[in-house]
Nanobody, 126 residues
Framework: QYQLVESGGGSVQAGGSLTLSCAVSGYTYGSNCMGWFRQVPGKEREGVAGIDSDGSISYADSVKGRFTISQAGAKTNLYLQMNSLKPEDTAMYYC????????????????????WGQGTQVTVSS
């Protein structure tokens, strides 16, 4: 089992930056994928950025060139650097991990992730 704890959310003006962190504990050796998702009330949770066990990275089109996902410490820490933030980036952001063997095929689909953090709120004002 994984335990995922996010931090780093907050309020920022448009154009600003935030870095989200996720502390991962548990059976990290078996993690095949990790990622960041976000959700606003009334909408489905969407994949923002994902990284598989080979280090391949995927981004949602809406964040390409602005967000960067990275790992450190043998997968015990996951980060999301968010630059040039926009009001539409406002959401609850979740860290996720997956031990599904095929998660690499769908690194931005929540159905392929089975461990989740509690979320951290990001609010971007115009």
């Amino acid at each position: 089992q994984y335990q995922l704890v996010e931090s780093g959310g907050g309020s920022v003006q448009a154009g600003g930056s935030l870095t989200l962190s996720c502390a991962v504990s548990g059976y990290t050796y078996g993690s095949n994928c990790m990622g960041w998702f976000r959700q606003v009330p009334g909408k489905e949770r969407e994949g923002v950025a994902g990284i598989d066990s080979d280090g391949s990275i995927s981004y949602a089109d809406s964040v390409k060139g602005r967000f960067t996902i990275s790992q450190a410490g043998a997968k015990t820490n996951l980060y999301l650097q968010m630059n040039s933030l926009k009001p539409e980036d406002t959401a609850m952001y979740y860290c996720a991990a997956s031990n599904f063997l095929d998660c690499w095929r769908h690194p931005l689909q929540m159905s392929h992730f089975n461990f989740w953090g509690q979320g951290t709120q990001v609010t971007v004002s115009s």
